[in-house]
């Protein structure tokens, strides 16, 4: 399903935080939220899934507005792994991976065989049934953010929302990560901090500044030198990669 | 050691294990006393109250174990469940192992209250001692709740405005304690500020029953969301809890259970907070095993509790919140201990 966000405003008491943002993601693609600290784009996802309400504007899922939409039943098709969150309880991986069903469970109906498979499917596809009886304390940080990716596909959404997903992980766990979520075909919205990771992995980009969209669109269309300059106040070199084809940016010190 | 990872029958056999213990507790906290009454007594006076029966037993046998014992024993066993789950509900809403209804304050302004009404006279004779605690605990409640709204209200908010309002509250029973009680009242209420069960019958009953019935079906009723805050306020809002609503809910059941508990004993600490731990370590941090676990565990603790305040000073009662609380700090240090070792 789609995602259109539509001249969306958010303010935190006299801060405005996200203003007059207006983006449309495909049905299946990739789209990376880059942008400074402070830009919005954490605050932009919890718009999107409804965790903080819109000042002004509309998003909508496919044809229907989010604010018409129990909370269950957004859950049902939006999932959403926050940055780094973790727990003192001591939950095993399948624990954990079993909150993703809390939104099609009623209130009196037991854990069923869908339930299982679905759970088995998201270990399965995040590589962690092997550990899906280690303890959530006992894993590492790229394995805790498998766990939590595990989770939002046990949830069986049509669209995912992943806020910085890669942040605090070594080199190999943030290629590992992405490309997972490249390759799991559901609608994704990806903030992102490594500008080389964004070419790399998303479909299309926005960038935010102050929340507000300064650029977005292909990967080689807004990764300019320009806009690097403008937004991050940073000088560098952009080429086409001669490894994988997308765009690379070099950082130029003076 | 941990059933967490056993089947159904394991867990059926440990409840009704635990229910057994439950009853054989009660009938024990009966029997045991200043005068002992032989477990059969103790039945047949029960038989001729609930069922007509017209066993042989001396008028005193019969006063002691209907009017007297059985109504302690079953307020005690309503208490430890109340206080127990308002514990292991505390801890899940607000993610921190150290919540449980006196970081919130809640019997701090329940003794404030019936202070108020023992020494101050407010309302004395409308309102009674134990309105007096209620009326004190939900003010407590509200007032340290909308601190911590102001405060950003997250967990940890929380439980500092608690603290903030316990103390608060406590200088103010002792400063009323200290300028206005007589040496008798100030006796009187510090027995009750550290939790007594005399003076319990049987319109206490027919209150924490009750309540603690209604309390945990209704907590019963929200244990997958409960589950889901495991990560957050937020983890749980996109796993779709309607947060506010499971919140209002919970917090307003966890002040009635509490202020009804402390309204008719008095302040009893270390329940609320070992044995949700206890209970987590026995079948693992699922609510749907958890709450009735700890529900069970509460009640046997507190029944216990009561029977060893009874006894373990010839011809004195011990206020029973010093027992709970000198058996409650070892056993919460050894689960610390052992948990450690687990992790």
Redesign the interface.
């Known amino acids: 399903m789609s995602i259109s966000v539509d001249e969306v405003s958010f303010a935190a008491g006299d801060t405005v935080i996200v203003n007059g943002v207006s983006l449309t993601v495909q049905r299946g693609k990739v789209f990376g939220l880059l942008g400074p600290n402070g830009s919005g784009k954490s605050s932009l996802l919890?718009l999107i899934?409804?965790?903080r309400k819109v000042r002004s504007g509309v998003i909508r899922l496919g044809d229907d507005d989010i604010s018409s939409l129990s909370?269950?039943?957004?859950?049902?098709r939006?999932?959403?792994v926050?940055q780094q969150?973790?727990?003192?309880?001591?939950?095993t991986v399948r624990?954990?991976v079993r909150?993703?069903r809390?939104?099609h469970?009623g209130?009196l109906s037991s854990w069923g065989a869908g339930d299982d498979a679905a759970v088995d499917e998201a270990l399965s596809r995040t590589g962690m049934r092997e550990r899906a009886g280690q303890?959530w304390?006992?894993l590492s940080g790229g394995e805790r953010q498998r766990v939590h990716i595990a989770r939002s596909l046990a949830?069986a959404p049509s669209e995912l929302l992943l806020d910085e997903p890669t942040n605090h992980l070594d080199i190999q766990h943030q290629l590992d990560i992405l490309s997972l979520i490249s390759k799991l075909g559901i609608t994704c919205i990806v903030a992102l901090h490594d500008l080389n990771l964004a070419a790399m992995f998303c479909d299309r980009l926005a960038v935010l500044q102050k929340g507000e969209v300064v650029a977005s669109g292909a990967p080689e269309e807004v990764l300019t030198e320009d806009m690097i300059g403008r937004v991050f106040g940073v000088r560098a070199h952009v080429q086409k990669s001669a490894v994988h084809g997308r765009h690379h940016i070099q950082y130029v010190m003076d | 050691m941990s059933v967490r990872q056993q089947g159904w029958w394991a867990l059926a056999a440990l409840t009704i294990a635990a229910l057994l213990l439950l009853g054989l507790m009660i009938s024990l906290a009966v029997s045991i006393g200043e005068i002992a009454i032989p477990v059969a007594t103790t039945a047949e006076a029960v038989s001729n109250r609930l069922f007509g029966t017209n066993f042989e037993i001396s008028r005193i046998h019969q006063g002691i174990v209907w009017d007297y014992r059985l109504s302690r024993a079953l307020v005690a066993a309503s208490a430890g469940a109340s206080l127990s789950l308002s514990g292991a509900i505390l801890q899940a809403l607000l993610?921190n192992?150290l919540a449980e209804p006196y970081v919130l304050g809640i019997s701090a302004g329940a003794s404030t209250g019936a202070v108020c009404v023992m020494i101050l006279g407010f309302g004395y004779g409308i309102l009674g001692l134990s309105s007096g605690a209620f009326i004190g605990a939900v003010i407590a409640f509200l007032l340290v709740g909308f601190l911590a709204t102001g405060a950003g209200g997250s967990g940890e908010r929380i439980i500092l405005c608690g603290v903030a309002g316990s103390q608060l509250f406590n200088a103010l029973t002792s400063y009323i304690v200290t300028t206005s009680a007589n040496a008798e009242q100030a006796r009187g209420i510090l027995f009750w500020l550290l939790g007594s069960l005399s003076g319990v019958r049987w319109p206490d009953v027919y209150l924490s029953v009750p309540i603690a019935l209604a309390g945990f079906i209704i907590c019963m009723?929200h244990v997958?969301a409960l589950?889901?805050f495991?990560?957050?306020t937020?983890?749980a809002?996109?796993?779709?809890?309607?947060v506010r609503r499971v919140q209002i809910v919970l917090f307003g059941m966890t002040a009635a259970m509490t202020a009804s508990v402390v309204s008719m004993v008095g302040s009893i600490g270390f329940v609320g907070l070992v044995i949700p731990h206890a209970a987590?370590f026995l079948v693992?941090?699922?609510h749907g095993r958890l709450l009735p676990a700890t529900a069970l565990g509460g009640a046997i603790y507190m029944v216990g509790a009561d029977i060893v305040s009874r006894v373990i000073i010839p011809q004195q009662i011990l206020p029973i919140g010093v027992v709970t609380a000198l058996f409650g700090a070892p056993a919460f240090a050894i689960i610390l201990y052992r948990?450690r070792g687990?992790?």
């Open positions: 919890r899934c409804r965790l909370r269950a039943a957004l859950a049902r939006v999932a959403f926050e969150t973790t727990t003192d309880t001591q939950l624990d954990v909150l993703g809390t939104p469970r209130l303890l304390q006992t949830q | 993610r192992p009723a997958r589950d889901a495991a990560f957050g937020d983890a809002a996109s796993l779709g809890i309607a987590r693992g941090p699922g948990v687990n992790a």
